[in-house]
Every structure is written in C-alpha cells, then in structure tokens.
T-cell receptor
Framework: NAGVTQTPKFQVLKTGQSMTLQCAQDMNHNSMYWYRQDPGMGLRLIYYSASEGTTDKGEVPNGYNVSRLNKREFSLRLESAAPSQTSVYFC??????????????FGPGTRLLVL | AQSVAQPEDQVNVAEGNPLTVKCTYSVSGNPYLFWYVQYPNRGLQFLLKYITGDNLVKGSYGFEAEFNKSQTSFHLKKPSALVSDSALYFCAVRDIQAYKYIFGTGTRLKVLA
C-alpha cells in the first residue's frame, strides 16, 4: 500500500494563478482532510470530507475549494493564489479504530510558494 | 471552543535521560487525545491516543502519555531518550461531535548525544 500520496511535492505560483493539489489514499478510508502547516501555528484544518460526496469547512477555508471525487481522491483547489497561501499542505485520511476514535494517516506534504 | 496548548517550543534532553513533552487541552465533554511526530520533510505519524480507560497510554517507539483529567493534560513521556527521537511533536484533540481535529503548535524535541 502506498498510503496517502500527494502531488505535486513542490510548486511555485505567481499571485492570481490557480492550481489543484491532488491527494489519494489506497486504504479505503471514509474520511479525508486537508491541512496547512505554518511556522508557529501547527496544523490548521482547511476542509474535510467525512465520506464520499460530502465536504465541510474547517478552521481556515477562505480561498480554497475542495472536491471529493470518489472514495480515494480528495483535491484542494486554489482559484486565485495569494502570498498568504504560501505554506506546506498536508492531506490525511482516517479510519475508525477499536475502542473509539480514529487514527489519521498523513501524506508527505506539498510545499507551495506564492510569489 | 476546543483548544490544545503546547507551552514549550523546544525541549532539549540528553540521550538516555527521560523526556516529557507537555500538552494541555480544553474541550467540552470527554476528549479524544492524540500525539503525532513529524520528522523533517515528512508528514505526521501517529504515536498514540487516549480515548477512554487507563490513564497511561502506551504507543509506538517506546513513547507513552499520561491523561490527567483534573489538570486537563496529556503529557508525552519516554523513559530513555534516543538521538533518533529528535523531531517535531504535535498534540491533538478531536471534536467528538464532528470529524475535526485541533492540533497544538508543536514542540521541537532535541536529544543531545
């Protein structure tokens, strides 16, 4: 199993350009997430999807859109990139575990630089 | 509102010594608590979690965490630190009402040889 994969690994954009970050998981997980990681701020949830066909806003959704294309794939789109969106983006998926709760599995991240 | 605090940006410990990375939380109701570790240029990896039951939770790589409800803390511990434990550690709490995780700001652990 590849686990959670993300493409691209690194991207440079100019202000106003658009792009889509791709995420896929091969673990048959229902729930998927997009986070951004900024220095001194930890991980902040952008959007999540509890199951195929559903998406919900997280803590910092402005400037982003998501698509849960199918159970495997959850993409994050920046329609008009801004320098404030320079960050490292992580995709994650999760599965319920015995005893309650869920365990999240993270992808390797996408480093985005917006000039 | 639910929140997680990691009061130390960095913790330094000598190899072989015990280590503690602190985490306190604020939630309504019973918490689901997690610890994750991040190595350079990698995604986060799950270490351990507390859902219910025994307050001392054991996880991967010899780590354990103690849940203290009265102090609303969930400190990560290891009896004997290794240089390879040097990484960024995140505490997280899950909102039981929704599929939302809230992460702390992270603590950088540096184990000195």
């Amino acid at each position: 199993n590849a686990g959670v994969t993300q493409t691209p690994k690194f991207q440079v954009l100019k202000t106003g350009q658009s792009m889509t970050l791709q995420c896929a998981q091969d673990m048959n997980h229902n729930s998927m997430y997009w986070y951004r990681q900024d220095p001194g701020m930890g991980l902040r949830l952008i959007y999540y999807s509890a199951s195929e066909g559903t998406t919900d806003k997280g803590e910092v959704p402005n400037g982003y859109n998501v698509s849960r294309l199918n159970k495997r794939e959850f993409s994050l789109r920046l329609e008009s990139a801004a320098p404030s969106q320079t960050s490292v983006y992580f995709c994650a998926s999760s599965v319920p575990t015995s005893g309650g709760g869920e365990t999240q599995y993270f992808g390797p991240g996408t480093r985005l630089l917006v000039l | 509102a639910q929140s997680v605090a990691q009061p130390e940006d960095q913790v330094n410990v000598a190899e072989g010594n015990p280590l503690t990375v602190k985490c306190t939380y604020s939630v309504s109701g019973n918490p689901y608590l997690f610890w994750y570790v991040q190595y350079p240029n990698r995604g986060l990896q799950f270490l351990l979690k507390y859902i219910t039951g025994d307050n001392l939770v054991k996880g991967s790589y010899g780590f354990e965490a103690e849940f203290n409800k009265s102090q609303t803390s969930f400190h990560l511990k290891k009896p004997s630190a290794l240089v390879s434990d040097s990484a960024l550690y995140f505490c997280a709490v899950r909102d039981i009402q929704a599929y939302k995780y809230i992460f702390g700001t992270g603590t950088r652990l540096k184990v000195l040889a």
